[in-house]
C-alpha cells in the first residue's frame, strides 16, 4: 500500500510564506495524481491543487491561483506544496492525497477518487 506523510506546517504571518512537503512510500510514485487538499472545523475538505501523474497538467481552485505552486519530484517519491501571500483564510489541516492517474482521468476536485491519505498538517496564518 501507499503511504503519504505531511510535514512543513506551522504559524505564519499573513503574507507570509511556508512549504509543505509529502513524502510517499512504493515504487510507483510516478504513476500517481498527487494532490492537496484542506479542511477547517465545521467545514467539508476542500481541493487546493494537484499535479497529474505525468506532470503535465496543474490545477487550482480560484482562491489560491497566484499564489500556491505545486510541484512533484518523482525522482524522490515526493509533491511539494510552495504557498505565498498567506492569508489568514488559508488556515486550515492540508492533507496530501494520490490516486492511480491511468485509472482516473477526471474530477480531480473530488476527494472520495483519490485513495491514499495523509494524516495531515496544520498551518495556521495570524493577522
Known amino acids: 500500500q501507499v503511504q503519504l506523510v505531511e510535514s512543513g506546517g506551522g504559524l505564519v504571518q499573513a503574507g507570509g510564506s511556508l512549504r509543505l512537503a509529502c513524502a510517499a512510500s512504493?515504487?510507483?510514485?510516478?504513476?500517481?495524481?498527487m494532490a492537496w487538499f484542506r479542511q477547517t472545523p465545521g467545514k467539508e475538505r476542500e481541493f487546493a491543487a494537484v499535479?497529474?501523474?505525468?506532470?503535465?497538467?496543474?490545477f487550482y481552485t480560484d482562491s489560491v491561483k497566484g499564489r500556491f505552486t505545486i510541484s512533484r519530484d518523482n525522482a524522490k517519491n515526493t509533491a511539494s506544496l510552495q504557498m505565498n501571500s498567506l492569508k489568514p483564510e488559508d488556515t486550515a489541516v492540508y492533507y496530501c492525497?494520490?490516486?492511480?492517474?491511468?485509472?482516473?482521468?477526471?474530477?480531480?476536485?473530488?476527494?472520495?477518487?483519490?485513495?491514499?491519505w495523509g494524516q495531515g498538517t496544520q498551518v495556521t496564518v495570524s493577522s
Open positions: 492525497a494520490a490516486r492511480q492517474g491511468l485509472f482516473y482521468r477526471s474530477n480531480y476536485y473530488d476527494a472520495s477518487t483519490y485513495n491514499y
Open positions: 512504493g515504487r510507483s510514485f510516478s504513476t500517481f495524481d
Open positions: 499535479v497529474m501523474w505525468s506532470g503535465a497538467n496543474i
